[in-house]
C-alpha cells in the first residue's frame, strides 16, 4: 500500500469519527431540550399560579372577587375544623366510654372479691365452730371443785382467746333465750309448755348460733313455747 492510499483511509476514519461526534452531540441537544420542555410543560411556575389566584375576572369588582375568595377560603377553613372538632368529640367520647366500662369492670372485681373472701370466711369459721362447741360442753361437765385445777384453767383461758379471736374477725353469737322466735336467725326444733315466756319465745337453746358480719352463719337450734 502506498502513501497516497493510507492517507485516503485515514481522512475517510477521521471524516466518520467527526461525524459520530456531531451525531452524539446533536442527539444529547435534542434530549436535554426535550427534558427542557417536559419541565416547562408538568409545572407552572409559582408566581404564575399566584397571579392566576391572586388575578381577578375581567369586569368583576376587585373588592368583590377579594371578599368571595376569602369566604371561600374561610368556609374551607371552617369545613376543616368542624372535622377536626367532630373527631375530638368521638375520641372523648370514646374515652369516657372505656373509663366507664373500667370502672364497671373494677366494681364488678371488687364486688367479686369481697363475695369470695366472704364465702371463704364462712366457710373456715364453720369449721371452727365445732371446737367451741366441744369447748363448752367439756367445760360444763367439770365439777365445781375442779374449776380451780391448772389444767380446766388453762382450758378456759384458751376457749375465752378463741371467742375473742372471733369476735375481733366479726363473728357474734346470736342471742336466742328469752326472745321472740325469728326465723332468720333461729331453727325451732321442737314446742315446750313455759311459765316464765309467752307463746312464740325461745325458752331454750340447744345449740348456739353466730353471725358472721350481719350474716348468719348457723342459725341457733332453740325449743320455742308453743
Known sequence: MDDQEVKTEKDQNTSEAES???????????????????????EPSESTEEETETAPPEGEDPK???????????????????????????????????????????????????????????????????????????????????KEDPFVDGMERIYKQLLTELENIGVKPIEAVGKEFDPNLHNAVMQVESEEYESGVVAQELQKGYTYRDSVVRHSMVAVVQ
Open 64 to 146: 368583590t372577587w377579594a371578599e368571595k375568595r376569602a369566604a371561600k377560603k374561610q368556609a374551607k377553613l371552617d369545613k376543616k375544623a368542624q372535622g377536626y372538632k367532630d373527631q375530638i368529640e368521638q375520641l372523648e367520647d370514646k374515652v369516657k366510654r372505656q373509663l366507664a366500662e373500667f370502672e364497671n369492670f373494677r366494681n364488678r372485681t371488687e364486688k367479686e372479691k369481697h363475695a369470695m373472701f366472704e364465702t371463704g370466711a364462712k366457710s373456715v369459721i364453720e369449721k371452727i365452730l365445732p371446737v367451741v362447741d366441744n369447748f363448752e360442753r367439756g367445760l360444763a361437765t367439770v365439777p365445781e371443785d375442779k
Open 20 to 42: 459520530s461526534t456531531e451525531e452524539s452531540t446533536e442527539a444529547g441537544s435534542a434530549e436535554e431540550a426535550v427534558e427542557e420542555t417536559e419541565a416547562s410543560v408538568e
